[in-house]
């Protein structure tokens, strides 16, 4: 009890004021941090908000993606796959628990001129060149995050009573009223789970854009280590990590109330 | 179809589970197994084409396919850096993987006694470590260790007095392990205060009532049941240690590389069979031991009768 407490002090609560502290400072002449109280660094993040925008745009498309593939298979697994559901799970399981790095790595080929990119080429005729763009990254984000939204979804999905379907259908529901006033309201909870456990990570990402990106595509986890590790303007760093921490709460809070109190109202129309 | 049939059919009939019935019915469910060989193929491709290139005999391209090989294994295996890199992510992962265990589970046992405000506390803090993204945690981290070191080693010269050899602290091994080891608490808090949770508490109160010892109960009763959520952390905890680059590339140290730093780095050359090579190794380290744990984690599961989900999150039947 007591190391752990300690640890979660030392090792979150005091890192995370730290970044805020250095957040109002000045870069030293050798890099690092000189303290001082300047409001600059964040002045510098809203007069160039572009990895932000990025970071956004690609995080919500990459969460719809996850949502889109993920919900027919998690809805296949629970109810058509019969004996076969343990097997497809662990399936599920296998590569999400293998090294991110080398699962992104791989892409590489895939997507490279030898690859998918060569392919695409040799039959349009077209240069075409998929490395370094949102595209392959957007792919990368998919395949990296996927399984975070299949099983959050295939749960809920599991206790889904198919006796309720029974029943909709037996009262003249067509397929789309039974899914929108009998399933949806069901998997809700699974859906907001899973889109919170993706687009979370998709933030902060940075080894996919690193990787699958060329360098050429920037998310904010990617100024964030250049910021870091290369320019070592630690300041202005922390202070996009500070944005990028308030824009987390926000967003999530917000996507938390919003998908709330829609679902209230969906109650009573079922009703 | 026509709606006559359809309802001649119906009582007929009893399904368990739902069937279409509609015109597009036979279609959507060929869509349904079309979608998931698709989705598993998808995901399958990228470890595929990893472990297939890595035997891959060929000098120059790495996917000009020239006969099977394992001369890039030999390679990989008898490379100075590699096995630098290999001892450091193997070291770092086990002092993690004891360290974070040891930790989270005493956290867990702590927090059942504890009263319920702390409890709010340390529940909002296992919150924000969540939510808050990898690379913060990893860029929050390396400010403090920076400044730790930049307080500690002014102390540390003073005390030496200018004599014997001077010892300084920075970045590497201890920074990695313990960034690593604050990740990974919260990890083994989770799953043990999940077995916890669903443990039958009128056993620890059956052992009382025989007069064991506190100690005694602990080990004959608490520790068997926890088994399999520790097992599963210092497993879970090893793999992350062992696969973890974001963290890791904030906080390391000169000397104190592991493979995946080693790996990205030879990337930014392009991919070569050499790291596919050791990618492909890497692969089967993380398997096996997780292969490992979900045996051992569903062997206990029969054993105690609970025969409960693995923690790992693989179906123990």
């Given at each position: 009890?007591?190391?752990?407490?300690?640890?979660?002090?030392?090792?979150?609560?005091?890192?995370?004021?730290?970044?805020?502290?250095?957040?109002?400072?000045?870069?030293?002449?050798?890099?690092?941090?000189?303290?001082?109280?300047?409001?600059?660094?964040?002045?510098?993040?809203?007069?160039?908000?572009?990895?932000?925008?990025?970071?956004?745009?690609?995080?919500?498309?990459?969460?719809?993606?996850?949502?889109?593939?993920?919900?027919?298979?998690?809805?296949f697994i629970a109810s058509r796959a019969g004996r076969r559901k343990g097997l497809l799970i662990v399936l599920l399981?296998?590569?999400?628990?293998?090294?991110?790095?080398?699962?992104?790595?791989?892409?590489?080929?895939?997507?490279?001129?030898?690859?998918?990119?060569?392919?695409?080429?040799?039959?349009?005729?077209?240069?075409?060149?998929?490395?370094?763009?949102?595209?392959?990254?957007?792919?990368?984000?998919?395949?990296?995050?996927?399984?975070?939204?299949?099983?959050?979804?295939?749960?809920?999905?599991?206790?889904?009573?198919?006796?309720?379907?029974?029943?909709?259908?037996?009262?003249?529901?067509?397929?789309?009223?039974?899914?929108?006033?009998?399933?949806?309201?069901?998997?809700?909870?699974?859906?907001?789970?899973?889109?919170?456990?993706?687009?979370?990570?998709?933030?902060?990402?940075?080894?996919?854009?690193?990787?699958?990106?060329?360098?050429?595509?920037?998310?904010?986890?990617?100024?964030?280590?250049?910021?870091?590790?290369?320019?070592?303007?630690?300041?202005?760093?922390?202070?996009?990590?500070?944005?990028?921490?308030?824009?987390?709460?926000?967003?999530?809070?917000?996507?938390?109330?919003?998908?709330?109190?829609?679902?209230?109202?969906?109650?009573?129309?079922?009703? | 179809?026509?709606?006559?049939?359809?309802?001649?059919?119906?009582?007929?009939?009893?399904?368990?589970?739902?069937?279409?019935?509609?015109?597009?019915?036979?279609?959507?469910?060929?869509?349904?197994r079309?979608?998931a060989?698709?989705?598993y193929?998808?995901?399958?491709?990228?470890?595929?084409?990893?472990?297939?290139?890595?035997?891959?005999?060929?000098?120059?391209?790495?996917?000009?396919?020239?006969?099977?090989?394992?001369?890039?294994?030999?390679?990989?295996?008898?490379?100075?850096?590699?096995?630098?890199?290999?001892?450091?992510?193997?070291?770092?992962?086990?002092?993690?993987?004891?360290?974070?265990?040891?930790?989270?589970?005493?956290?867990?046992?702590?927090?059942?006694?504890?009263?319920?405000?702390?409890?709010?506390?340390?529940?909002?803090?296992?919150?924000?470590?969540?939510?808050?993204?990898?690379?913060?945690?990893?860029?929050?981290?390396?400010?403090?260790?920076?400044?730790?070191?930049?307080?500690?080693?002014?102390?540390?010269?003073?005390?030496?007095?200018?004599?014997?050899?001077?010892?300084?602290?920075?970045?590497?091994?201890?920074?990695?392990?313990?960034?690593?080891?604050?990740?990974?608490?919260?990890?083994?808090?989770?799953?043990?205060?999940?077995?916890?949770?669903?443990?039958?508490?009128?056993?620890?109160?059956?052992?009382?009532?025989?007069?064991?010892?506190?100690?005694?109960?602990?080990?004959?009763?608490?520790?068997?049941?926890?088994?399999?959520?520790?097992?599963?952390?210092?497993?879970?905890?090893?793999?992350?240690?062992?696969?973890?680059?974001?963290?890791?590339?904030?906080?390391?140290?000169?000397?104190?590389?592991?493979?995946?730093?080693?790996?990205?780095?030879?990337?930014?050359?392009?991919?070569?069979?050499?790291?596919?090579?050791?990618?492909?190794?890497?692969?089967?380290?993380?398997?096996?031991?997780?292969?490992?744990?979900?045996?051992?984690?569903?062997?206990?599961?029969?054993?105690?009768?609970?025969?409960?989900?693995?923690?790992?999150?693989?179906p123990?039947?």
């Amino acid at each position: 009890m007591l190391p752990a407490s300690f640890w979660y002090l030392f090792l979150l609560v005091v890192p995370l004021a730290l970044v805020v502290v250095y957040s109002f400072g000045e870069r030293g002449t050798l890099g690092g941090y000189t303290p001082a109280f300047t409001l600059d660094n964040y002045s510098t993040v809203f007069e160039r908000p572009a990895p932000f925008l990025t970071s956004l745009w690609m995080s919500i498309a990459g969460t719809i993606l996850c949502m889109l593939v993920a919900f027919p298979l998690a809805y296949f697994i629970a109810s058509r796959a019969g004996r076969r559901k343990g097997l497809l799970i662990v399936l599920l399981v296998i590569p999400f628990w293998t090294s991110f790095l080398i699962r992104t790595i791989a892409w590489l080929l895939i997507l490279g001129p030898r690859g998918v990119s060569g392919f695409l080429s040799d039959t349009t005729g077209l240069d075409i060149r998929l490395l370094g763009t949102p595209l392959a990254i957007l792919i990368g984000i998919v395949y990296n995050y996927l399984p975070l939204m299949i099983f959050p979804l295939y749960v809920t999905l599991e206790r889904l009573d198919r006796t309720l379907l029974e029943a909709s259908k037996d009262l003249g529901a067509g397929r789309w009223a039974t899914f929108r006033q009998v399933t949806l309201p069901i998997i809700w909870p699974g859906l907001i789970t899973g889109s919170i456990l993706v687009f979370i990570p998709l933030m902060g990402e940075y080894v996919v854009p690193a990787i699958l990106g060329l360098g050429r595509v920037f998310l904010i986890g990617n100024v964030l280590q250049l910021d870091f590790l290369s320019s070592r303007d630690w300041p202005a760093g922390s202070a996009k990590a500070v944005v990028l921490i308030a824009i987390m709460l926000v967003s999530v809070s917000f996507y938390v109330w919003a998908t709330n109190r829609g679902r209230r109202t969906r109650d009573v129309s079922v009703l | 179809m026509t709606a006559g049939t359809a309802a001649l059919e119906r009582p007929a009939v009893p399904r368990p589970r739902l069937r279409l019935r509609d015109r597009f019915g036979g279609l959507v469910e060929v869509g349904f197994r079309l979608h998931a060989g698709f989705v598993y193929l998808f995901l399958f491709l990228p470890i595929l084409v990893v472990v297939v290139f890595s035997f891959n005999g060929t000098n120059r391209n790495v996917t000009e396919w020239q006969g099977f090989s394992l001369k890039w294994y030999e390679r990989a295996l008898s490379d100075g850096s590699v096995q630098a890199a290999l001892k450091n992510s193997l070291l770092i992962a086990a002092i993690n993987a004891v360290l974070a265990t040891a930790f989270g589970t005493m956290a867990a046992l702590g927090l059942q006694r504890v009263r319920h405000r702390l409890r709010l506390v340390f529940d909002a803090l296992t919150y924000i470590s969540v939510i808050v993204p990898e690379i913060v945690i990893a860029l929050a981290t390396l400010i403090l260790f920076s400044l730790f070191r930049d307080l500690a080693n002014p102390v540390l010269a003073t005390l030496e007095g200018g004599s014997g050899t001077p010892f300084r602290i920075g970045l590497g091994y201890w920074s990695i392990i313990a960034a690593h080891v604050l990740f990974n608490t919260s990890l083994v808090l989770l799953l043990v205060r999940a077995r916890l949770s669903g443990m039958d508490r009128t056993l620890v109160e059956a052992s009382y009532d025989l007069f064991a010892t506190p100690w005694r109960t602990f080990r004959q009763i608490t520790f068997p049941q926890l088994l399999p959520a520790i097992v599963a952390g210092f497993l879970l905890s090893f793999t992350f240690s062992f696969d973890d680059y974001v963290i890791t590339s904030f906080v390391s140290g000169p000397g104190s590389g592991t493979l995946p730093l080693y790996i990205f780095g030879q990337t930014r050359q392009g991919v070569t069979p050499l790291t596919n090579a050791i990618a492909a190794m890497m692969l089967v380290v993380t398997l096996t031991i997780l292969l490992a744990g979900q045996l051992f984690v569903a062997r206990q599961g029969r054993r105690a009768g609970t025969g409960g989900a693995s923690p790992i999150g693989l179906p123990t039947s």
